[in-house]
């Protein structure tokens, strides 16, 4: 081979050489945004999940107080003895999924 063929294929070369680097680098860039994103949405999903449960838990709970004896004196009470503690709950979640 000439020197002139050299020349352009080390030309050739160097320039596909560039564009696989910069093609590298956009994808390296496009799978740190996407684990970010990846990140972000299990968090979301797993407050979400926390805030299900919580909601589950509540409505066991007025369940419960429902199903109780209305007639009972006591019954206001005890109803807010249980709106209480679902308070306390819901706070003791908030502090745990921080």
């Known amino acids: ?3 002139e063929a050299v020349t352009t294929s ?3 070369l160097e320039r596909k050489m560039m564009l696989l680097i910069n093609e590298h680098k956009s994808l390296k ?3 740190r945004t996407i ?3 990846n990140h972000e949405l299990r968090t979301d999903l797993r407050k979400r999940d926390e805030q299900l449960a919580s909601f589950k838990n509540q409505i066991k709970i007025t369940k419960i107080v429902d199903y109780i004896n ?9 109803r807010a003895k249980v709106d209480e503690y679902i308070r306390e709950i819901d706070k003791c979640i908030a502090n745990v999924s921080r």
């Open 1 to 3: 081979m000439d020197q």
């Open 10 to 12: 080390l030309s050739s």
């Open 29 to 31: 860039d496009e799978i």
């Open 35 to 37: 684990k970010l994103e």
């Open 70 to 78: 209305p007639e009972d004196e006591s019954i206001s009470e005890l």
